[in-house]
């Protein structure tokens, strides 16, 4: 095989092009990859030390915009302070990670 390519400048090409195809496909392949890593890294490190007690502050934009201003005790929503979005809830650090995992999976099924 070797010989061959020392020979043919067609061989050589062919198999550079393979190559750089094959990097390309790897290199996508590992980019597609990428949010779903670092979702599970972000949920890991909350995980990790999440708070018991805390106040989560939300500022949606898009379609009007709202803010959510919410305490939040052993993953339940205890108070709200504001809440000036029509279609949701004040939720917890939790919600926004499942949320997150599901539209990944929507995205992964629409490239199918």
């Known amino acids: ?19 750089l195809l094959l990097t390309l496909v790897g290199a ?7 949010p779903r890593r670092e979702l599970a890294l972000s949920r890991a490190r909350w995980l ?21 201003d919410a305490e939040v005790r052993r993953e339940r929503v205890v108070a709200i302070a504001t809440n000036t979005c029509r ?5 917890t650090v939790s919600a926004p990670f499942s949320e997150a995992e599901r539209f990944l999976k929507l995205m992964h099924y629409q490239r199918l």
Request: charged fraction near 15%.
């Open 1 to 19: 095989m070797l010989d061959l390519l020392q020979t043919n400048r067609g061989a050589q090409i062919a198999m550079g092009a393979a190559l």
């Open 28 to 34: 996508a392949a590992w980019q597609l990859g990428a």
């Open 48 to 68: 990790a030390a999440p708070a018991e007690h805390y106040r989560m502050i939300v500022e949606m934009k898009g379609w009007g915009g709202c803010t959510q």
């Open 87 to 91: 279609y949701y809830s004040p939720r």
